[in-house]
């Protein structure tokens, strides 16, 4: 069977799958369609957060990142699972007592202010786009590489499952789907990581193999840090970026992954509280083997590309190289005239450039894997956009339904008035994700990356404070909150975009100008602490807030009792 | 008086476990990487490895001892057995 036939089939065989759980699990009411009836198991509900978190950036993107990027890729490495730690201590399982469908609800309720929610509203939708942009984008590449439509085509099939599921199933759909598709993404990841492993090293376990030697009796790192010398490249090892810039992006992914509204929402569809914090350390432990396997696959796939192609005759090139080249995701310009590929640091003389999107995807096809094995990552690619796509889609439009129409606009409406809401704005939402899918704005982890700066600077202070400060009012944590994502947005589009500059050639130009020499992808930690200050500050001037909600703030401090209404 | 000791206690776990989480991933994987690096185990030079692997494991286990910290806690203020059921 050829690699397309692999494909059809294998895809095939999932999509199927996701379909025929949808249809077994659709949601009756909004409890069910916005937290599945609280009544997942801490295991489902583990699994399913890790694929809702693990998306195309963390599929497909970031082992291709980390091998460009060497030891500062530990920016995503650590600020992507470090936030769990900070979700499971000091989030997750306070919100789940709390106990209702989303975080603008938990902010409203607690700063008891329409304001408030509106703010966490604006908040949540900002992020959610931002963050599904990425996913739609994800789901193009794939089909258009593996399935060899185009790009549109291949987001308006994605579009379809998706809506399928998260319109008809709600929570409860997404949650067994999402089950069901880090089954695929983690076996879809490992597999090739395994055998890439054994080739390389011998040692079946990538986490292990990636510090061992290599065939020729030198351990790989040090080869890889040789060649990358050799090229002009910084030490793999070493990286480029100043220790204040990586510490900065760590702890804007870390407080940024304990904000993402799709990821916490996840707490609220387990039974209990002990549930929440058990649930948080088997989403990790999920997360960690994806995550733990991924700097390995980086360190092959480095290796690997420039031990095939550095130096070499372009007439030699095996299949895939011609096969990326299509996809424009590869490319060649052959500036000295002399049939060879130089692949080196120096801007001039780099005749070669390679998509850092396409590492995780041309990886098997590099190493000369079986067929299946290819196929098998477009599933996981997959999987992985498509399970992140319905968590962020779910996010959108509970946002709209629950917290703008029936909190807001029209409280009176019925349950199942209020259920028809949600499903239409799914189907908007599905449309505009579809629309950044065909329309994609630049790299799927550096527009992600972002996300987390506006989940960091907006949402972290205001639920931390609200849960471990009793004293903390509506009026210090909505203007923490409205000057934290302003603040964000300023110096993304500033230095992300070039807004103020004359647009996207200026942004090299003005890394000078970094504040504190921070990026645009590590500011969210500035923003959050310019939240925090600004929300204490605001806080010691203004009255504190009623006895009802301190009295609540004390009542989910306390794990028992989870299934009771909150007021 | 009860639920001011069992939230301290909890604020107590908290901190130390948080703690061990920023001296893995901060301290050991960035500010204190170049030392660290001098020492390697296996092909790894040690504050790459805590970068890129350490702290991650060490994050599982952080939450895993705090679920269990926090269990125990709960089943001594006789938090534990009021779940959904009794609602």
Known sequence: ????????????????????????????????????????????????????????????????????????????????????????????????????????????????????????????????????????????????????????????????????????????????????????????????????????????????????????????????????????????????????????????????????????????????????????????????????????VAVFARTNLIATVSGQPYALMPQWFSNWETTGLLQFIDKNGDGLIQYTADALRNELTVDRDIMVLANPEIANLPEWVIALVAAGGLAAALSTAAGLLLVISSSVSHDLVKSVFKPNITDQQELVIARLSAVGAVCVAGYFGI?????????????????????????????????????????????????????????????????MEAVPGLQKEWWFGISPEGFGFVAMIVNFAVSLAINAFTPDPPDEVQEMVEYIRIPSGAGKPTH | MKEQNYWKKNIQYVSMLLLIWFSVSYGAGILFKDSLDQIYIGGFPLGFWFAQQGSIYVFVVLIFVYVRLMNKLDKQFGYDTDGEENA
């Open chain 1, 1 to 296: 069977m050829t690699v397309q036939l692999w494909t059809y089939v294998i895809v095939g065989i999932t999509f199927a799958l996701y379909i025929g759980i949808a249809i077994m699990s659709r949601a009756g009411s909004t409890k069910e369609f916005y937290v599945a009836n609280e009544g997942v198991s801490p295991l489902a509900n583990g699994m399913a957060t890790a694929a809702d978190w693990m998306s195309a950036a963390s599929f497909i993107s970031m082992a291709g990142l980390i091998s460009f990027m060497g030891y500062d890729g530990a920016v995503y490495l650590m600020g992507w699972t470090g936030g769990y730690v900070l979700l499971a201590l000091l989030l997750a399982p306070y919100l789940r007592k709390f106990g209702q469908f989303t975080v603008p609800d938990f902010i409203g309720e607690r700063y008891y202010s329409k304001t408030a929610r509106l703010v966490a509203v604006f908040c949540a939708l900002l992020v959610s786009f931002t963050y599904v942009a990425g996913q739609m984008r994800g789901v193009g590449v794939v089909f258009s590489r593996f399935l060899e439509v185009d790009i549109t085509t291949g987001v308006i099939i994605g579009m379809f499952i998706v809506l399928f599921y998260a319109v008809l199933g709600g929570m409860k759909g997404i949650t067994y789907t999402q089950v069901a598709q880090y089954c695929v993404l983690i076996f879809a990841f490992m597999v090739p990581a395994i055998f890439i492993s054994i080739q390389f090293t011998g040692n079946p376990i990538p986490q292990l193999g990636f510090g061992s030697r290599g065939t020729d009796g030198v351990y790989l790192l040090e080869k890889l840090n040789g060649l990358s010398a050799e090229l002009g490249f910084a030490e793999y090892t070493q990286g480029v970026k100043s220790r204040l810039d990586v510490f900065a992006i760590t702890a804007a992914l870390m407080v940024g992954t304990a904000g993402l509204p799709h990821v916490i929402i996840r707490f609220f569809t387990v039974k209990k509280v002990s549930d929440a914090r058990k649930s948080a350390g088997l989403a990790l432990l999920f997360i960690a083997i994806l995550y733990t396997a991924a700097p390995a």
């Open chain 1, 439 to 503: 329309n994609p704005p630049g790299f799927v982890a550096a527009v992600v990356a972002l996300a987390f700066g506006l989940a960091a600077a907006s949402f972290f202070p205001a639920i931390m404070l609200g849960i471990f400060y009793k004293k903390m009012n509506k009026e210090g944590a909505v203007a923490g909150m409205v000057v934290g994502i302003l603040l964000m947005l300023f110096y993304m589009l500033k230095f992300k975009f070039g807004l103020f500059d004359g647009g």
